[in-house]
C-alpha cells in the first residue's frame, strides 16, 4: 500500500508537503470567504463544491506532469508558444470582460479561460532554454539576452494591455531569470535603465491621458471612488473610451499614494469598501484570529474569495496564520533552490528557478496588496485564491517542478577523501 501511494506522490517530499497545505488552506478559506456568492445564488455547496473539483483536478494535472521526463517540455515550447500569441490575440479582440479588461475567453458550457496564464509558463520556458543553450564559462551569451527580449517583450506587450499587473509581474520573473541564467551586468544595467525610462514615459501617459473622455467632476469622484478594480472600474470605463485602462490606472496609483489621513467620520466606506473592509479584517485579527470559518468582513469585501483572500485568512487565522502562509512560499521557493542546486544540466534547474519565483512574487503581489503596502494589481494568491484556469495551471507548475526534482539528472556527490 505505501509504495503504491509512493509511486503517485513522487518527487521532492518538501514541495509535496507545501503544496498539501496550500490546497487545503484554499478550500478551507475560500467557502469561507464565498459567502456573498452563496447567498447570491441561494447555493451553499455550489461554489465551495466547484472550487474543490478544481483543486482536486489541479492535483490529478500535477501529478501527470510530474511523471512526464523534464526533457520532454523542451518539445512543447513550439505548440505553446503558438497556443499563447493566438489565445492572447483572441483575448483582446472578443474576450469576456472582467472588472472592466478583457481577461478571460469564454468557451462552451461556462467554461473561462485564462491566455495570460499559460503565456507566463511560456515565457519562463522559453527563457529557460535560451539560457541554458547559450551558456558558456563565464556566463551568458550576449545574444541570449537579445532572443529572450525578442520573445518575452511581445508577449508581455499584449498582456499588458489589459492586465498590466500580470505584465510587470512576468518581465520581474525574467529579469531574475536572467540574472540567475548570468546574463552580463553590462545588459542587465541596460534594461533596467531602458526600464526606468519607460516607467516614467507611462506614467506621463496615464497622468496625462487617464482623464480624457472624463469632466473634472467625474474624476474627482473616481479618485475618491476607486480601489480595487471592482465595480467601480466600469463606471470609469463609461469615461475613458479608449484610455479606459489609463484612467483605471491613474485612480489607483493617486489612491495609493494618497496618504492623507481622514477621521473616521468622514471614511466612507461604500467609496473605500475593499481596502476599508481588509483593513478592518486584519486590525480585528489578533494573534491567533477569529477561528476558521468566522470572518465578519467576508460579507462586505467584494473580491474575498480572490485578490483579497489573505486579508480573511489573517482575520480567521490570525497573525499566526498568516505568518505559516508566508513561510510556506518562502520553503516553496528554497526547496525549488535545492533542487536546481542538484540538476547537472542547466535547462531543468533554470525552469524550475523560473516557475518557483512566478508563484512566489504573485504570492507576494498578492500579500502586498491585502495588507495595503502596494496598490492593488488584481493578483490572485496561487493556489489558494478561488480560481479556474490559475488554480490548475499553477498546480501544473508545481508538477513539473516535481518533474525536475523527480527525472532531472543529479551532479554526482562529491566524496570527501581523507588524507592518510
Known amino acids: 500500500m505505501n509504495k503504491k501511494i509512493g509511486n503517485i ?11 498539501f497545505f496550500l490546497c487545503m488552506i484554499s478550500i478551507v478559506e475560500v467557502f ?21 473539483v478544481t483543486i482536486v483536478i489541479g492535483a490529478l494535472t500535477a501529478v501527470i506532469t510530474l ?25 483582446l479582440v472578443g474576450g469576456e470582460s472582467i472588472n472592466g479588461a478583457n481577461r478571460v475567453i469564454s468557451l462552451p458550457g461556462g467554461v473561462t479561460f485564462q491566455p495570460s496564464e499559460i503565456a507566463k ?6 527563457t529557460a532554454q535560451i539560457l541554458s543553450a ?3 564559462e563565464d556566463g551568458a551569451d550576449k545574444k541570449a539576452f537579445k532572443y529572450i527580449l525578442c520573445i518575452v517583450l511581445p508577449t508581455a506587450a499584449l498582456i499588458g494591455i489589459e492586465n498590466l499587473s500580470t505584465a510587470a509581474l512576468l518581465f520581474a520573473v525574467i529579469f531574475l531569470m536572467m540574472f540567475i541564467g548570468r546574463v552580463p551586468l553590462s545588459q542587465m544595467g541596460k534594461l533596467v535603465g531602458g526600464a526606468v525610462i519607460l516607467v516614467a514615459i507611462f506614467l506621463t501617459m496615464v497622468f496625462t491621458l487617464g482623464s480624457i473622455g472624463t469632466s473634472e467632476r467625474e474624476n474627482e469622484q473616481t479618485v475618491e471612488a476607486v480601489q480595487a478594480g471592482g465595480s467601480t472600474d466600469t463606471k470609469v470605463i463609461k469615461g475613458g473610451g479608449v484610455f479606459h485602462r489609463f484612467v ?3 485612480n489607483r496609483i493617486v489612491k495609493h499614494i494618497d496618504k492623507k489621513e481622514i477621521t473616521p467620520e468622514e471614511y466612507d466606506l461604500d467609496k473605500d469598501a475593499q481596502v476599508a473592509h481588509a483593513n478592518i479584517a486584519i ?27 489573505y486579508a480573511i485568512v489573517i482575520e480567521e487565522l490570525g497573525i499566526v496564520g498568516a505568518t505559516f502562509v508566508v513561510l510556506l512560499y518562502i520553503v516553496l521557493l528554497y526547496r525549488a533552490a535545492r533542487i536546481a542546486s542538484r540538476c ?8 524550475v528557478m523560473g516557475l518557483a519565483l512566478l508563484l512566489v512574487i504573485q504570492a507576494t503581489f498578492n500579500m502586498l496588496v491585502a495588507v495595503g503596502i502596494a496598490p492593488v494589481t488584481g493578483q490572485p494568491l496561487p493556489l489558494i485564491s478561488k480560481g479556474g484556469t490559475s488554480t490548475i495551471i499553477n498546480c501544473a507548475y508545481i508538477g513539473v517542478i516535481l518533474s525536475v526534482s523527480r527525472s532531472a539528472k543529479k551532479r554526482p556527490e562529491k566524496i570527501a577523501v581523507k588524507e592518510i
Open 32 to 52: 469561507s470567504a464565498s459567502s456573498n456568492l452563496t447567498y447570491k445564488s441561494q447555493n451553499y455547496i455550489g461554489p465551495i463544491a466547484f472550487h474543490t
Open 248 to 250: 483605471t490606472w491613474r
Open 67 to 91: 511523471n512526464i521526463p523534464c526533457r520532454y517540455f523542451k518539445l512543447m515550447t513550439p505548440f505553446l508558444l503558438i497556443i499563447s500569441g493566438l489565445t492572447l490575440l483572441w483575448v
Open 344 to 351: 547537472e544540466n542547466n535547462f531543468p534547474a533554470f525552469l
Open 283 to 309: 486590525v480585528s485579527s489578533n494573534i491567533i484570529g477569529k477561528g476558521p470559518g468566522q470572518s465578519v468582513e467576508r460579507d462586505f469585501l467584494s473580491q474575498a474569495f480572490s485578490d483579497f483572500i
Open 134 to 136: 547559450m551558456q558558456r
Open 121 to 126: 509558463g511560456t515565457m519562463v520556458l522559453i
Open 9 to 19: 506522490f513522487k518527487g521532492d517530499k518538501g514541495i509535496w508537503m507545501v503544496f
